[in-house]
């Protein structure tokens, strides 16, 4: 944890919202932070880079002139520490509220080549780190009867295509189990979002070829996902055009769909 | 040993917090929770019916120990009056097994749910408080388990140190596992109960004053919405045991049947649905029409017998009452301010409240004095308790007012007390407490829980990190 001061007490009459933002150091994760806290949240950050969460935890903490984000070094494919962990994390915050699953990792292999390499990574931290994160993460809000869990899918997810497979199959499962939990939860009273981003404008889009339509800043991203979390929605689409985008793309028959380059 | 992951309250439902919650069956397993806590790195508190109305019973992320399953009466002695039994027994189980031997709990909070260890670590008072002071000094001997395994016995004589400090110490030294009392001895069921109005705070505070030596309780219910000349006005209640002879069957008025509050309105309407019917009437007008009707009614002098039970459980008689509050619940503000400058402290306090436009919606008075507990909440002098809605609208305009009403009894020498208060900042609690008190506590507390395995998060709030 960074050397900032604990959190507030939360009390009746100054009560508080605590969440975890898994992946937060930058992109939308880094803007969903600076969101939250604004709106009131006590959070705590995680992600590998040690420097850049460090900054954006001071960032936060100093223009709220209170200690509202906490970092944690942490890394989503070291899967066994994270059990205790979590334990350390709602310790420290007091409570906590809301899991917001952000890490996510892409290593597009070209269009005619192979990397099984790069494919088992994605798996490993976009698929196996969420599970790992959302198994205790749901265990506890089950019996607590009370929480919000906001996964980070893609709309790369809602086709197979020819530029990344791994990528695809990737958040495919990840949307596929938020579902599933959601419909294992909602009957505990616990609310599961799962936002599907197009093209945002981060580190990651340098990585995706061709053209980026309907691109979007992290800012708007994070703006959509919190009042979505506020409608305790199921899922969203950000730019929520495609939506409709993806409904058309989805229905493409694949006698069509495989000789596009798309 | 089940540990379940459970979302926690406070009394009064403005507060929560998510805990480990572990239900300890016997003293080995208190010392294996403590154990756990230690491995895991998370902190420990122990709760008893959860009828704090702050967060006293609650650790975020934390362990909780629930001692309602060490509940047994171990011993009772109707010759002499002592009972022992384990800190999860409530008053409610006490007073039933006494009372129709002819005992009574000499100290007992406004509800029958709470707990021996929760009584004990709160130091809870009644209407008697002038009288009879703090539930502790009722206490002749306590054992109880330390975070290190020590087991402890401790009297007024034998470990004394830690006999005044776990009794007011918030379950922060140790877990109770054993409390024997004094009951003390009555001879009918029922009580003498003198009713009169009281016209103003003057009115209110010089009767709490002068009637509490003729009687054995008092207390005074406010109508803080009141306001100009009938600011503070309200009704006292003070009642007296009868003496032997004065009641002809005490027997029969000592049954518990004879004592019980009915489930029923007129026999046929149920108090549990009652909280509905208030909801409505939980705002500024529709109390100040229920407080108005309630100060007209009360114009009648009149004395009356009553119940042991109806008069001290005044707040059981409407089941789940906080509810009826709204979602986001209720919180209790009471000081204890010195006889000298109560009155001019109350006048001011109560202004702003209606200067705010946040009236208290319940004020209860009280007649106190001190007493030698380290973490003593008394004073020679009164106590007001008032109830707050919650909304949220409202929680940062009442925060602000509360933090006004804290500058005001401080400044007029007054103190808080840690089963009621929810807002009270560790500055604030420096202040009454004392540096010198509060650094005596913490040197007890290293003592006994050298690794810091105790905490709650009131501990955190009002003691800082």
């Known amino acids: 944890m960074s050397d900032s001061p604990k959190p507030a007490q939360a009390t009746p009459l100054n009560p508080r919202r605590r969440g975890i933002i898994i992946g937060a150091s930058d992109g939308m994760g880094a803007a969903l932070a600076r969101k939250l806290a604004k709106e009131g949240f006590t959070l705590a950050l995680l992600a590998r880079r040690k420097d850049k969460l460090n900054e954006l935890c001071a960032e936060i903490n100093s223009s709220a002139n209170e200690t509202r984000a906490l970092s944690y070094v942490h890394d989503v494919i070291n899967y066994d520490e994270i059990p205790t962990l979590l334990n350390k994390i709602i310790a420290d915050l007091g409570g906590l509220d809301l899991v917001v699953f952000m890490a996510g990792v892409n290593f597009p292999p070209g269009l005619t080549s192979y990397n099984f390499e790069g494919d088992r990574k994605m798996i490993e931290v976009n698929l196996i780190g969420a599970m790992a994160w959302l198994t205790p993460v749901s265990e506890m809000f089950q019996n607590a009867k009370a929480g919000q869990i906001v996964g980070i899918s893609s709309v790369a997810g809602d086709r197979g295509r020819i530029g990344n497979p791994g990528y695809n199959t990737s958040k495919a499962a990840l949307s596929t189990y938020l579902e599933a939990l959601r419909n294992r939860l909602t009957r505990h009273g616990v609310n599961v979002l799962t936002v599907k981003p197009g093209f945002v404008k981060t580190e990651m889009l340098k990585a995706a070829q061709g053209a980026t339509p309907f691109a979007v800043t992290p800012e708007k991203v994070a703006d959509d996902i919190y009042k979505a979390m506020l409608k305790r929605k199921q899922l969203i689409y950000t730019a929520s055009i495609w939506r409709w985008i993806m409904l058309l793309i989805q229905h493409i028959p694949s006698v069509i769909f495989r000789r596009m380059s798309f | 040993m089940q540990k379940t992951f459970t979302q926690l309250e406070n009394f009064g439902h403005s507060l929560s917090a998510p805990a480990y919650l572990i239900k300890p069956a016997s003293n080995e397993e208190i010392y294996s ?266 114009l009648r002098k009149h004395t009356f017998r009553q119940s042991h039970a109806g008069f001290h459980f005044l ?151």
Not at chain 2, 45 to 51: D, E, S, V
Not at chain 2, 67 to 72: A, D, K, V
């Open chain 2, 33 to 298: 929770a403590f154990q756990l806590a230690k491995k895991m790195e998370l902190t420990v508190t122990a709760r008893g019916a959860g009828r704090s109305y702050n967060d006293a019973a609650l650790t975020g992320g934390g362990i909780v120990l629930d001692m309602r399953g060490m509940n047994t009466i171990t011993s009772w002695d109707k010759s002499t009056g002592l009972i022992t039994a384990q800190p999860g027994t409530t008053l409610e189980q006490i007073w039933q097994k006494v009372e129709p031997d002819g005992w009574w709990p000499p100290v007992v909070s406004g509800t029958m749910k709470t707990t021996l260890g929760g009584c004990l670590s709160a130091n809870i008072h009644g209407k008697n408080n002038f009288k009879m002071g703090p539930i502790g000094e009722h206490v002749v001997e306590f054992t109880a388990i330390l975070p290190t395994g020590a087991q402890i016995t401790c009297t007024p004589k034998k470990n004394a140190d830690l006999f005044y400090s776990m009794i007011s110490g918030l379950g922060m030294l140790g877990i109770f596992t054993s409390v024997t009392m004094q009951m003390k001895r009555i001879h009918s069921g029922l009580l003498t109960v003198d009713a009169f109005p009281v016209q103003n705070l003057h009115g209110q505070l010089s009767s709490l004053l002068d009637g509490a030596p003729n009687y054995d309780y008092i207390v005074g219910w406010m109508d803080c919405i009141a306001s100009g000349k009938s600011l503070g006005r309200g009704q006292i209640h003070a009642a007296r045991y009868l003496q032997e002879g004065e009641d002809p069957n005490p027997r029969e008025t000592m049954q518990i049947k004879n004592q019980i509050l009915p489930p029923r309105i007129f026999g046929v309407f149920p108090k549990s649905l009652l909280h509905y019917f208030m909801s409505p009437f939980m705002n500024n007008f529709g109390t100040w029409g229920i407080n108005t009707a309630k100060y007209i009614v009360s």
């Open chain 2, 315 to 465: 707040l059981d008689y409407v089941p789940n009452w906080e509810f009826s509050y709204g979602r986001s619940g209720l919180i209790q503000y009471q000081s204890f301010i010195p006889k000298e400058t109560a009155e001019a402290a109350w006048t001011e306090m109560l202004k702003l409240s209606h200067k705010y436009g946040l009236p208290s919606y319940l004020g209860v008075t009280k007649r106190h004095r001190p007493d030698k507990f380290l973490l003593t909440h008394a004073v020679d002098g009164f106590s007001l308790a008032m109830d707050f809605k919650v909304t949220d609208k409202n929680r940062m305009r009442l925060g602000a007012m509360l933090q006004e009403f804290d500058k005001i009894v401080l400044q007029a020498g007054g103190r808080f007390y840690f089963a009621k208060n929810s807002e009270t900042s560790a500055e604030t609690t420096k202040s009454f407490y004392g540096e010198e008190t509060i650094a005596k506590f913490k040197k007890l507390k290293k003592r006994c829980d050298p690794n810091g395995l105790l905490e709650s998060d009131l501990y955190r709030r009002i003691f800082g990190y």
